[in-house]
């Protein structure tokens, strides 16, 4: 019984595709996969970002390909995907991290004040840049779209794989000012449960991780104040609603990472799950 259950957590030497692999939370997905012998291909538009997971990784003796790709370019997604398929073959298991913010579709305040239309250092919904919040939809949901349109396919023709989608808490309770951002993670969980429905048939399961709150440097500008280095009042409130007390390590999405490409999860599809330390189960 004990060996079976170590069996269905078991990942080794099948393959790991991740878009936005250079960078800190997908980075260490990438690298905590490839410490358990899948071979991993790190997607990231940034290039050396993405060569130093990869040499990490195979410093330690795992196996790893860097893959310059902007996930709102086929052309680019399709080249990556043939240039796996040649190295290795056909992929197993995706990643859609690639994804963030821009502040420039942010607003200053959590709630409006007509007074403020009239004040020059507040960013209020009629300030808000149409342009960024374009952006963030096209990275966010319609770049998770694009990827899995091309590496979904080879799994749907061997009949076995598994998606794993990068939403946030933000996706299911909006969060106050980050608007555009909250918007296109709540696409992003749609289409995992549309995608999980269409693809239910062969043998290709989607699910979604909702992370909360992890100290990533596009979270920062929120909030740290960059005066003194001291976590803001907003960073106060958000370590007040968290019931584990604290902000996200990227070493706590591996735990869900692995269950949820694993066939220890060989029943789940369709699912969300938060990561969060209790964030959205708290309320008073």
């Known amino acids: 019984m004990a060996q079976d259950l170590m069996n269905a957590f078991a990942l080794e030497n099948k393959i790991a595709v991740i878009t936005g692999g250079g960078g800190e939370l997908c980075g260490a997905m990438a690298m905590a996969l490839g410490s358990l012998r899948v071979k991993v291909a790190i997607l990231d538009k940034n290039l050396?970002?993405?060569?130093?997971?990869?040499?990490?990784?195979?410093?330690?003796?795992?196996?790893?390909?860097?893959?310059?790709?902007?996930?709102?370019?086929?052309?680019?997604?399709?080249?990556?995907?043939?240039?796996?398929?040649?190295?290795?073959?056909?992929?197993?298991?995706?990643?859609?991290?690639?994804g963030g913010n821009d502040p420039r579709g942010t607003t200053s305040e959590e709630f409006f004040d007509l007074k403020s239309i009239a004040d020059r250092d507040t960013t209020t919904i009629y300030d808000l840049d149409p342009e960024a919040y374009r952006q963030v939809f096209d990275l966010n949901?319609?770049?998770?779209?694009?990827?899995?349109?091309?590496?979904?396919?080879?799994?749907?023709?061997?009949?076995?794989?598994?998606?794993?989608?990068?939403?946030?808490?933000?996706?299911?309770?909006?969060?106050?000012?980050?608007?555009?951002?909250?918007?296109?993670?709540?696409?992003?969980?749609?289409?995992?449960?549309?995608l999980a429905v269409y693809f239910a048939r062969t043998g290709v399961r989607v699910n979604a991780m909702a992370p909360g709150f992890f100290m990533t440097e596009q979270l920062?500008?929120?909030?740290?104040?960059?005066?003194?280095?001291?976590?803001?009042?907003?960073?106060?409130?958000?370590?007040?609603?968290?019931?584990?007390?604290?902000?996200?390590?990227?070493?706590?999405?591996?735990?869900?990472?692995?269950?949820?490409?694993?066939?220890?999860?060989?029943?789940?599809?369709?699912?969300?799950?938060?990561?969060?330390?209790?964030?959205?189960?708290?309320s008073i």
């Open 48 to 98: 050396d970002n993405a060569k130093e997971r990869e040499k990490t990784i195979r410093k330690a003796g795992g196996f790893a390909l860097a893959l310059a790709c902007d996930v709102l370019e086929t052309a680019q997604l399709k080249d990556c995907c043939d240039a796996i398929s040649q190295t290795w073959g056909q992929p197993d298991f995706l990643v859609n991290g690639a």
């Open 141 to 194: 949901f319609l770049g998770t779209f694009l990827t899995t349109q091309i590496f979904s396919r080879p799994m749907v023709q061997k009949g076995s794989g598994s998606i794993v989608n990068i939403s946030s808490l933000s996706a299911a309770g909006p969060l106050t000012k980050v608007s555009a951002y909250s918007a296109a993670k709540a696409a992003v969980s749609n289409f995992t449960r549309w």
């Open 220 to 282: 920062r500008f929120l909030h740290v104040d960059p005066e003194t280095g001291r976590l803001s009042a907003r960073a106060q409130k958000v370590i007040e609603h968290t019931p584990l007390g604290r902000y996200g390590d990227p070493d706590d999405l591996i735990g869900t990472l692995i269950w949820l490409l694993s066939d220890a999860s060989k029943f789940v599809t369709g699912a969300i799950v938060p990561v969060d330390g209790g964030f959205s189960a708290y």
